[in-house]
């Protein structure tokens, strides 16, 4: 019998632009966080609520999101 190594699902992640300060995140259709403008700077939010950081850029502060909202976190 041959060992298949298990892979990690890459589930796409899908940004939806409803304000001009506001960037929402899903997953497979599940709310998976948020990002926001304030003043000069982008704070991010998983899921759950939870800070992921206040970021200078979005390109930044989306990455930290995902990283945060992993659907294959712990599964290595």
């Known amino acids: ?13 899908v940004w939806s632009h409803p304000k001009r300060d506001l960037w929402i995140c899903t997953r497979n ?3 998976a966080g948020m990002v ?18 206040t970021h200078p ?3 930044c502060a989306q990455q930290a ?5 992993d659907p ?3 599964t290595e």
């Not at 926001?36 to 950081?53: I, K, M, Q, V, Y």
């Not at 999101?65 to 909202?69: F, I, N």
């Open 65 to 69: 999101l995902l990283t945060r909202s």
């Open 36 to 53: 926001e403008l304030n003043s000069e700077h982008f704070d991010a939010f998983d899921g759950t609520g939870r800070p992921c950081g």
């Open 1 to 13: 019998m041959t060992d298949i190594e298990p892979r990690k699902l890459t589930i796409a992640a």
């Open 72 to 74: 294959n976190e712990g």
């Open 57 to 59: 850029d979005l390109r």
């Open 29 to 31: 259709g599940d709310y």
